[in-house]
């Protein structure tokens, strides 16, 4: 071998390549975690509302498939919008940037909703978890009695 490493040399693993997977898929501080360590998604949560320029896409995205039917480019579509809210005047804008203040107030409202919620579930969560476990060992007790009654009138 002209100057390289044995094999043995090269199957050694280096300690600052290793991949720490410990914590991969944990809960920290109460919070459930993906692979990536990122928060999981509640789907109950409300969205973010649009922004005044997305407000307006709505609208003009139905415009322009009615001019350019056979168009069939997402990218075209956004092109044309981004340019046409450049070249509008802040008057012109005015209508699309009320509705979006308006979906952000009410975005406000329901997050100040969904976060009563959450705390509230939080502590209804936390007693249930010491209830679950006596209602399952009484429920487990309750069906192991059932089911030997019953394969005893099937053996008779």
Known sequence: M??????????????????????SASTKAGKATTKKGKAAKDPNKPKRPASAFFVF?????????????????????????????KSMSDAEKAPYVAKADKRKVDYEKNMKAY?????????????????????????????????GSEEEDDDE
């Open 2 to 23: 002209k100057g390289g490493k044995s094999k043995s040399e090269s199957k050694r693993a280096d300690p600052k390549l290793s991949v720490n997977k410990k914590g």
């Open 57 to 85: 896409m709505e609208e003009f995205r139905k415009q322009f498939n009615k001019d350019h039917p056979d168009n069939k480019s997402v990218s075209a579509v956004g092109k044309a919008a981004g340019a046409k809210w």
């Open 115 to 147: 976060n009563k919620r959450q705390a509230e579930g939080a502590t209804a969560a936390e007693e249930e978890v010491e209830s679950e476990k006596s209602v399952s060992e009484v429920n487990d007790d309750e069906d192991g009695d059932e089911d």
